[in-house]
Structure formats: structure tokens, C-alpha cells
């Protein structure tokens, strides 16, 4: 691997092959995969995640918003695409570029079948949200006479699937198999009145491994294709994709008592050593990081961030680290676990993940 010369965050196709490959071993094989690539692609790239996943044949795509399923449209993304959170101004474009609404409320349901039936729709593909007790989005199980309805009087939308989401897959057995148990009820009852049988799907990554009984006709995978299984023995079974990888633009030698970057936040505490590293909170580097919460690595050691976050910069202490401008600096890969930056603010990869900013140039290795 070529060593940084600017900050980047390196995207390993391979890794995701390997993860998707993974995730896909622990279904049955008539059971679909649904990739999850919002935030683009949890803060890699959506098109080039989904490309690489449109050739390993994943069987659906779901983004959050309509505009991110127009950019997959965009670059040539065919694979249908679930959005998960669109709004009624949206109706008229999701079905110019053949995606897929999550209706999840009476009035989205509404809204869209007048605006499929405006356009000339027949069977147009939805998918129908049901709360079971995240309590985001959908509809309640008391809502299934109202949904069979409207579906039976009109012939320009078809429900191709069901499906609702899991609150606490990675830690709560009880709450979910409750979940589990609610999803099914609410799909017996749907089937009873219609002439034909929706798709059915509840897991994300962490349902996908702790509950096999639960993969129904699809799963929705996001945070395992990116690396992570939410627990430490299902990390050791994945790649993380993304490295975030900067380098030294300077180094200053300061005396005691020194401070360090704006509102003079780090006081030096002796004769010290510090780097100056172009990757700041416009960079996806949250301010929170600053004041020797978050780190880096540099040759191998770790190198707490100083003072504040800039908007360009963070200042880290190399004061007992041996190197030079121009050297690497790793926010996180492989060795250096997203998780452990991430909990130093007390929140998770996910977060931090998505939050590399569009500006950070990516690289891809295939
Ligand atoms: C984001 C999301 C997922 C993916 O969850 P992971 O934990 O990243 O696998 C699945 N389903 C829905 C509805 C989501 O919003």
C-alpha cells in the first residue's frame, strides 16, 4: 500500500467482497440481499459501493433519501432501489427514475397512490413499513384493514414487499424476538386479506447474524458490508473497508507554557513536539475529538489530539514519537479500530464513519 501523501480515505473492494460473501453464507440461498448504501455507503462512496455490489449480484439497494437513489440512477445503478425515508414532494421523481418508496404512514400511502395513479402507474412496487417497536417510522398493525383498503381500490401500486426494523438487534433478546413475533402477526394478517403474498423483511446486519429464524425473504445489510458486526467476535469475521489516512504537514518544537491552536485551548506543560495534520472537522473530525479526547497514529504510536479541532487541522502531540513531515498518519484502519476513536466522544462507528466528508479525497483499491 503506498503511504498517504494527503488525507484520504482508502476504500478496499476486496474487503467489501469478502463481507458481502460473508454476510451472504449466513442465508439460505433462495434468501435476498438487500445492500444498504445511504450516507453514501456509510460514509465511503454509494456509487462505487454499489457498482462493486451490482456485480456480485446483491438483489436490491436501499438508500434513505430520494436524492440519493437518483445519484445511483445517475451512474447507471439498474438494480432496484428501496428509499426508505421519502416525502410526498419526492412522489413525482421516484417514479421518473423507477425507485422504490417505503410507505410507512396513511398519508404517504395516500399521497402516493394519487400521484401513481396521475402518472399512469399499474403495480407500481412498495414497500410497506410497520412499527413493531423502534417507534421511527410505520405503520401500526392496527393500520392492516386500512392499508388492504386502499391497496384493493386501486390497481396503480402493489405491495411487493412488508417490512419493519429491528430496535435492538445487537443486544436485546426478548424486546426482539417480540419483534420477531409482532412482524409475523401483522404479515398473517395482511396476507389474509390480500390475493397475493408480499416479500417479507425485518433483518439488518446484527438480525441477520443472531437471528437466522428471522431472515424471512430478504435481509438489509449496511454496517456488516462496511466491516463491522457490531460485537467483537463478529468483527474478527469481517474487513473494514474504509482506512482514513493523513500525513505530517509540519512539525513545531515549543516551549512550557505554549499554547496550541485557536482560543489557545492546549497549554504546553514542558518543552514539546507537536504535528499538524490537514484533516479537521470539515473533514468529518467532530470538534469533540479535540482537547486529548480522540488520537491518531503515527509509526505505530499514538498521538493525542490537542486544543481544538480547526476546520482544516487538528494539532497532535509527538512529543516521545520518532518522525518526520511528510510521514503517515492513520486516523483508522484495520489496526486502529474505527470503534476505539469512536467511543473516545462516547459515540460509535457508524457515526464517525459517516461523518468523512465528501471533501476527503477516496481511493479505491479493487
Ligand atoms: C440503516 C438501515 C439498515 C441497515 O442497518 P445496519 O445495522 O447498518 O445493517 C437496515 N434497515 C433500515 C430500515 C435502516 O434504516
Not at 425515508?85 to 397512490?113: A, D, G, W
Request: aromatic share 10%.
Amino acid at each position: 500500500m503506498p503511504k498517504a501523501q494527503e488525507t484520504i480515505l482508502e476504500i478496499h473492494l476486496d474487503a467489501l467482497t469478502h463481507n458481502y460473501n460473508y454476510l451472504r453464507s449466513k442465508l439460505k440461498p433462495q434468501t435476498k440481499f438487500l445492500a444498504v448504501v445511504k450516507a453514501f455507503a456509510y460514509g465511503s462512496d454509494s456509487v462505487e459501493i454499489a457498482k462493486h455490489l451490482e456485480t456480485l449480484n446483491a438483489d436490491y439497494f436501499a438508500v434513505a433519501y430520494t436524492r440519493e437513489g437518483v445519484a445511483l440512477r445517475d451512474a447507471g445503478i439498474i438494480t432496484p432501489i428501496l428509499v426508505l425515508h421519502p416525502q410526498v414532494t419526492n412522489f413525482k421523481t421516484i417514479i421518473e427514475r423507477c425507485l422504490e418508496p417505503s410507505v410507512y404512514s396513511p398519508k404517504i400511502l395516500r399521497e402516493f397512490i394519487r400521484v401513481a395513479e396521475e402518472e399512469k402507474q399499474n403495480d407500481y412496487p412498495v414497500h410497506i413499513k410497520f412499527n413493531t417497536g423502534l417507534n421511527r417510522l410505520g405503520f401500526w398493525h392496527n393500520d392492516v384493514d386500512y392499508i388492504a383498503n386502499q391497496l384493493k381500490n386501486t390497481s396503480s401500486i402493489i405491495a411487493k414487499s412488508l417490512f419493519s426494523h429491528l430496535a435492538a438487534s445487537e443486544d436485546e433478546n426478548e424486546f426482539t424476538l417480540r419483534q420477531i413475533k409482532d412482524f409475523k402477526t401483522i404479515a398473517v394478517d395482511f396476507e389474509s386479506q390480500m390475493d397475493y403474498r408480499p416479500w417479507l423483511h425485518l433483518c439488518n446486519t446484527s438480525g441477520v447474524i443472531n437471528y437466522p429464524e428471522a431472515h424471512f425473504d430478504m435481509v438489509r445489510c449496511g454496517i456488516g458490508l462496511y466491516g463491522f458486526g457490531n460485537s467483537a467476535t463478529e468483527d474478527q469475521n469481517l474487513k473494514p473497508i474504509a482506512k482514513l489516512k493523513s500525513i505530517i504537514s509540519q512539525i513545531h518544537l515549543i516551549e512550557k507554557d505554549e499554547t496550541v491552536g485557536y482560543n489557545r485551548a492546549y497549554v504546553s506543560k514542558g518543552f514539546e513536539k507537536t504535528a499538524t495534520i490537514p484533516i479537521g472537522h470539515a473533514d468529518g473530525i467532530s470538534r469533540q475529538f479535540g482537547n486529548e479526547k480522540g488520537f491518531v497514529f503515527i509509526n505505530g504510536q499514538k498521538a493525542p489530539i490537542i486544543g481544538n479541532v480547526c476546520m482544516d487541522m487538528i494539532m497532535v502531540n509527538i512529543t516521545n514519537i520518532d518522525c518526520k513531515e511528510g510521514d503517515e498518519v492513520i486516523i483508522f484502519d484495520q489496526d486502529h479500530k474505527v470503534l476505539n476513536f469512536a467511543e473516545s466522544i462516547g459515540t460509535i462507528s457508524y457515526e464517525v464513519l459517516t461523518a468523512v466528508s465528501q471533501r476527503v479525497k477516496r481511493v479505491f483499491y479493487r
